[in-house]
Nanobody
Framework: QVQLVESGGGLVQAEGSLRLSCAFS????????LGWFRQAPGTEREFVAA???????YYADSMKDRFTISRDNVKNTVYLQMNSLRPDDTAVYYC????????????????WGQGTEVTVSS
């Protein structure tokens, strides 16, 4: 059974940093893709970053200069380091998983965590 548990969200001032964690179980990191998505109120859930097959990192163009995805194979955890945060980064951030290669489309991820809320104040 695939399980994804996010943590690390909170309130931060603009230009600050946060590191989100996604602890996963029930999947093989070497053959699955783990992604981060976010959803602000009234908007579509959008792609942020993904780690495919344990080796390949992908980013949304608008976030690649500020966000970094990384992994800890021992802890079965994927991280999203977010720097230079802006008020428009405010959203619920979700970890998602799919059995296969990279995709930036949320509907291609069948497994989702409960989300962690990030609020960036100006």
């Amino acid at each position: 059974q695939v399980q994804l548990v996010e943590s690390g969200g909170g309130l931060v001032q603009a230009e600050g940093s946060l590191r989100l964690s996604c602890a996963f179980s029930g999947l093989s990191f070497s053959t699955w893709t783990l992604g981060w998505f976010r959803q602000a109120p009234g908007t579509e859930r959008e792609f942020v970053a993904a780690f495919a097959w344990g080796s390949f990192a992908y980013y949304a163009d608008s976030m690649k200069d500020r966000f970094t995805i990384s992994r800890d194979n021992v802890k079965n955890t994927v991280y999203l380091q977010m720097n230079s945060l802006r008020p428009d980064d405010t959203a619920v951030y979700y970890c998602a998983a799919r059995n296969g290669g990279y995709s930036g489309r949320n509907y291609q991820y069948p497994y989702w965590g409960q989300g962690t809320e990030v609020t960036v104040s100006s």
